[in-house]
């Protein structure tokens, strides 16, 4: 069973920066990993992935310009930083892994971590 473990969430001004790390285990070995995010009553948000091999990655445009995805995959870990940060970026943050299909679209993520919560201060 494939394992994810957020960290980094917490209260942040608006301006201000945060980041989020995401530890995968070896089930995970080889696949895509993606941030998702999530407000009540909403539906969850996909914000960002990367490859395996980190040379390709995805942000929405949401996110784009402000936020930042990588990986250390000798550390099985993987970041999101979050800059610029603004009061609707509040939200619970998923980190989730699949191991095929395209990185770069919303469907088809299989694993999941239990979230982190990011609120946003004005």
């Known amino acids: 069973q494939a394992h994810l473990a957020e960290s980094g969430g917490g209260l942040a001004p608006a301006g201000g920066s945060l980041r989020l790390s995401c530890k995968a285990s070896a089930r995970t070995y080889g696949a895509y990993h993606g941030w998702f995010r999530q407000t009540p009553g909403q539906e969850r948000e996909m914000i960002a992935a990367?490859?395996?091999?980190?040379?390709?990655?995805y942000l929405s445009d949401s996110v784009k310009g402000r936020f930042s995805i990588s990986r250390s995959n000798a550390k099985d870990t993987v970041y999101l930083q979050m800059d610029s940060l603004k009061p609707d970026d509040t939200a619970v943050y998923y980190c989730?892994?699949?191991?095929?299909?395209?990185?770069?679209?919303?469907?088809?993520?299989?694993?999941w971590g239990q979230g982190t919560q990011v609120t946003v201060s004005s």
């Open positions: 990367i490859t395996w091999s980190g040379s390709n990655t």
């Open positions: 989730a892994a699949k191991l095929g299909g395209q990185f770069e679209t919303p469907s088809g993520w299989t694993y």
